[in-house]
């Protein structure tokens, strides 16, 4: 070997071993760096484990929630239908135009004309000698006259004015009784009433248009009594309660909401039963109102006035079964959603196949995008929280919802998610061209090492 090549081994060697003492130089620093600093501290491990006392606490408030939620829902439509005038007239305004409330009505109509006429002592004053024993048939043949006039008069536009007239001085008094002012309209005696009289000279004239032709009297059929000043109190007392109820139970519900979605350490799994809950008592509540309604009605042992306080009764707790049906609707949608978000195994399938379902509707829109599908791709965040919130801001603010409308609006914005799904189309991610003179390059410094 000659000297030079010597020489430049030497040199080497010189330079990797000034190269060692460097970096052996530079790692004792270093760890006299890590010495002198202050062990980095452990985390707190997170709670992994759910105390008993919180899952019971859990149960406890979500029970509660249910409860307040549920009986809201009835308190609220007794808020408004007593308070509110129109929804008073609203709701009893159609009693007449039933066949057995305007049966029961007419009747009451004809037997007080017959009696205050006293029709059967007039009918036996013109009946022969021989006759007199036909007084009574003939007296309920005029009764069955006069109630059918009675129960056209009832059944009739002119009386449907007058019957919600009277609802509205009935409401204004009863009103300013609860309040304390009976002084402003005041009742007869104590008792707010809706006065009859005045159907009956129409019911005489009808009569009388027949060929009919009645004594002539003042008939005082009397009136539908809504209280007297005896119930006064407990009247005074339920009105307020309602009042103090109508907003507080909603209030309580939702703290109670609140906390036990704050507790939960599952907040998915309470979400799904408060939904889940809530619908089941409604249901208990529907079922209540049925057999409550049953009970009554069959302890009435006249038919007609069995029938007429059936309709009654359907008539009035109409609206609320309505805003029952749309709370349990509600309640299950609420439900439903949290459960499909769970983790069980029919919840995956679901998930993947609504996936699998909206991927393939979507390949038109994601082969051809154009101007709308960019928009909407931009944007779908945006339209879908407009989309719940516009339709649960219709559930809760617009018209007294139904069980159909509730299903109807959840309809109509699961829709519009599901179009911006599908049509929000992203543009496939643009490859980055690749500059062939570095690549080249690369490949000749490779090939010289």
Not at 390 to 398: A, D, S
């Amino acid at each position: 070997m000659s000297t030079d090549e010597d020489a430049a081994i030497v040199g080497a060697e010189a330079v990797d071993l000034d190269e060692l003492a460097a970096i052996r130089a530079e790692n004792e620093a270093l760890r006299e760096q890590l010495a002198a600093q202050p062990p980095p501290k452990k985390p707190k491990p997170k709670p992994t484990g759910n105390p008993l006392w919180r899952k019971i606490l859990v149960w406890v408030l979500a029970v509660l929630a249910i409860v307040a939620l549920v009986a809201s829902v009835s308190v609220a439509w007794a808020k408004t239908t007593i308070q509110d005038e129109d929804q008073f007239v609203s709701t009893l305004e159609p009693l007449p135009q039933q066949e057995s409330v305007a049966s029961v009505i007419a009747i009451r109509v004809a037997e007080g004309v017959v009696e205050a006429s006293d029709v059967e002592a007039w009918v036996a004053g013109n009946l022969p000698d021989g006759l007199k024993f036909l007084s009574i048939p003939v007296t309920q043949s005029v009764t069955a006259v006069i109630a059918g006039a009675a129960n056209e008069v009832i059944v009739s536009d002119a009386f449907g004015s007058v019957w919600s007239g009277a609802l509205r001085v009935t409401h204004k008094a009863a009103t300013a009784i609860i309040s304390g002012d009976d002084g402003a309209l005041g009742s007869e005696n104590g008792v707010v009433s809706i006065n009859l009289d005045d159907i009956a000279g129409v019911v005489i004239e009808k009569v009388e248009a027949t060929g009919l032709e009645l004594p002539d009297t003042e008939p005082e059929i009397g009136s539908i009594t809504v209280y007297e000043s005896g119930q006064l109190a407990a009247v005074q007392s339920l009105a307020q309660a309602i009042d103090t109820l109508g907003w507080f139970l909603p209030l309580l519900a939702l703290v109670f909401i609140a906390a036990a979605l704050w507790l939960s350490r599952d907040r998915r799994r309470t979400t799904a039963i408060l939904g889940f809950g809530t619908a089941i008592g409604m249901v208990v509540s529907l079922i209540a109102l049925r057999y409550g309604r049953n009970y009554i009605v069959e302890a009435i042992e006249d038919v007609t006035k069995q029938q007429a306080v059936g309709e009654a009764w359907d008539l009035v707790l109409n609206r609320l079964i309505q805003l029952m049906w749309a709370a349990l609707i509600l309640a299950l949608i609420v439900g439903i959603v949290a459960w499909v978000m769970g983790p069980s195994s029919r919840s995956v399938r679901t998930r993947t196949w609504v996936s699998d379902t909206i991927q393939r509707w979507r390949q038109p829109a994601e082969a051809s995008p154009n101007a709308i599908t960019n928009f909407v791709a931009d944007w779908k965040p945006t339209i879908e929280v407009v989309a719940v919130v516009v339709g649960l801001g219709v559930i809760l603010f617009g018209p007294p919802p139904t069980g159909f409308s509730v299903l109807l609006t959840a309809v109509i914005v699961l829709a519009v998610i599901v179009v911006t799904e599908v049509l929000a189309a992203t543009m496939p991610d643009e490859v980055p061209l690749v500059d062939t003179v570095d690549v080249e390059a690369e490949v000749i410094e490779v090939a010289e090492v």
